[in-house]
């Protein structure tokens, strides 16, 4: 099909309709073929958007073709069985706005991965780094991004983009102007990292971790592991994998590597990485040596130690100065939510310290934060507020039973549980001298708003001067609503609480 195009689109027709085995609905000849921009949310497609509406268990992304057509998008994929079933409205649509490409393909979701895979292919120069694990994948991903836009210009993961779907429209991001691209890679389901790895391709890749995030899914931490090690499928001998040395699927996932491997993780320290560990600040974060260079990690906690020591490494390998790391590591804030520590004064008018680390959690974080505020030296209180920890299928009980039992040996003056599963788990805290317990058990979201607010009410009444305040949970029990019902300033009004 011969088709004039006066300006360069992201893919040209005819590689669209290769990648993704499609058929362009009705002749288009001597309309322009365009798009710089790929939405599957129609609530952000613009003009000149390539819109792929995809199809969950609970929505269908075609029901918003026609909206999404007259914002702009000049590129919208259709399953053929979608059109099959509906040919008036796509032939209407098609035929009213001629310069929209509607494109039948046999599944919008592969369509969209195998277009983004055949983009990335225009970058054959691009070096190309890849991040997964059940933890500290975020953080670890925004550390190797500060490192290496020391000396690179660098495309990266905004967000958590990380998914079947938002690793490729992650990818669209890169220009011809970009020399390194830093891919997030999550998983909740089997073979989705094999799927989007497919589309990277990546030279270099990191694990954090194998814990038990989304082993409800997958059932075992070995299924797990099955699936990250993955990651590495692409890299040939000139690339690395990058592997936790700690792990104890280590050796597991060191199989069949074709490239170099590089160990990383506490402890692990010799004078091939150059890595030495110094000395912990508690909240002020630690301190290690990489080749000599002494460099300050402000965010504390051994987890995150580890995420830098695998963060170096990927930028020693990338030829940045151990100077260029320094200062890149030492000027490294987390992304809002992810284990950010901050003095705030309650509108009680008493000040404390924060640890707001409610973006996300599973076991390992859990205990991760627990452990880090229970070794931490406060002349006040420490309270800590948990929600539930999600999608952890049926070995949730035993793992949120497991937190709880922690909880009743540690130090804590005053513990807070919010949610079904931590509700249960309760039973596990006995009767301690002095320490104070509240439980929500929440069923529903009204439930679990009322209990937010309660909780926020509670803190007011018990916090004292200087107490240390930890906010623990999966990121739908929006815990973070607590503190601003909590600070200063009448934020309920502001935010629009009840």
């Given at each position: 099909m011969n088709v004039k195009s006066e300006k360069k689109s992201l893919l040209s027709l005819e590689s669209v309709l290769s990648a993704t085995g499609g058929k362009v609905l009705h002749d288009k000849k001597g309309c322009s073929f365009y798009f710089d921009d790929v939405q599957t949310d129609?609530?952000?497609?613009?003009?000149?958007?390539?819109?792929?509406p995809?199809?969950?268990?609970?929505?269908?992304g075609h029901k918003f073709v026609?909206?999404?057509?007259?914002?702009?998008?000049?590129?919208?994929?259709?399953n053929r069985s979608e059109y099959e079933k509906n040919p008036q409205v796509y032939d209407k649509i098609s035929l009213e706005n001629e310069n929209v490409f509607i494109i039948l393909v046999e599944n919008t979701l592969y369509a969209l991965q195998n277009a983004a895979e055949c983009y990335v292919g225009q970058f054959p120069s691009l070096i190309k780094v890849a991040v997964t694990g059940s933890s500290g994948k975020t953080t670890t991903k925004e550390m190797i991004v500060s490192i290496?836009?020391?000396?690179?210009?660098v495309v990266y993961t905004q967000g958590n983009f990380n998914s079947e779907t938002g690793l490729p429209l992650s990818v669209f991001k890169i220009r011809?102007?970009?020399?390194?691209?830093?891919?997030?890679?999550?998983?909740?389901?089997?073979?989705?990292?094999?799927?989007?790895?497919?589309?990277?391709?990546?030279?270099?890749?990191?694990?954090?971790?194998?814990?038990?995030?989304?082993?409800?899914?997958l059932k075992s931490r070995e299924n797990i592991a099955r699936e990250k090690r993955k990651i590495f499928d692409y890299i040939d001998e000139n690339g690395t994998a990058f592997i936790p040395y700690n792990d104890d699927f280590k050796d597991f996932l060191s199989e069949n590597v074709k490239g170099k491997i590089e160990y990383f993780g506490f402890g692990y320290e010799n004078s091939a990485n150059g890595i030495k560990f110094l000395?912990?600040?508690?909240?002020?974060?630690?301190?290690?040596?990489?080749?000599?260079?002494?460099?300050?990690?402000?965010?504390?906690?051994?987890y995150n130690l580890e995420d830098a020591f695998a963060a170096c490494l990927v930028g020693k390998t990338l030829g940045v100065s151990e100077c260029k790391i320094k200062n890149a590591l030492e000027n490294f804030s987390n992304q809002s939510s992810r284990m950010e520590i901050f003095d705030l004064q309650l509108s009680s008018g008493k000040s404390v310290k924060i640890i707001k680390d409610c973006y996300n959690a599973n076991f390992e974080s859990m205990m991760s934060?627990?452990?880090?505020?229970?070794?931490?030296?406060?002349?006040?209180?420490?309270?800590?507020?948990?929600?539930?920890?999600?999608e952890l299928g049926e070995k949730s009980e035993e793992i949120h039973r497991k937190i709880a039992r922690y909880l009743d040996a540690s130090c804590f003056d005053f513990v807070i549980l919010i949610g079904k599963m931590m509700a249960l788990s309760s039973e596990e805290i006995s009767e301690k001298s002095g320490r104070k317990l509240l439980v929500f058990n929440c069923s529903d979201e009204k439930s679990l708003s009322q209990a937010r607010k309660n909780a926020a009410e509670e803190i007011l009444k018990y916090a004292?001067?200087?107490?240390?305040?930890?906010?623990?949970?999966?990121?739908?029990?929006?815990?973070?609503?607590?503190?601003?019902?909590?600070?200063?300033?009448?934020?309920?009004?502001k935010h629009g609480l009840v």
């Open positions: 129609s609530r952000n497609v613009r003009k000149n958007s390539l819109f792929v995809l199809v969950g268990n609970f929505q269908d026609s909206e999404s057509v007259k914002k702009g998008a000049g590129v919208v994929f259709i290496l836009k020391q000396k690179y210009n011809k102007e970009h020399e390194v691209g830093v891919f997030e890679m999550g998983m909740n389901r089997e073979n989705e990292i094999q799927e989007i790895s497919k589309v990277l391709k990546p030279n270099f890749a990191v694990i954090t971790n194998i814990g038990t995030a989304h082993i409800g899914i000395r912990d600040r508690n909240l002020g974060g630690t301190d290690f040596l990489l080749n000599g260079t002494e460099i300050n990690l402000k965010i504390p906690g051994k934060v627990l452990n880090l505020v229970e070794k931490t030296s406060v002349s006040s209180r420490k309270i800590c507020v948990l929600g539930d920890m999600l004292e001067k200087d107490d240390l305040i930890l906010f623990k949970g999966s990121r739908a029990m929006q815990l973070e609503e607590i503190l601003l019902r909590i600070e200063k300033n009448d934020l309920e009004e």
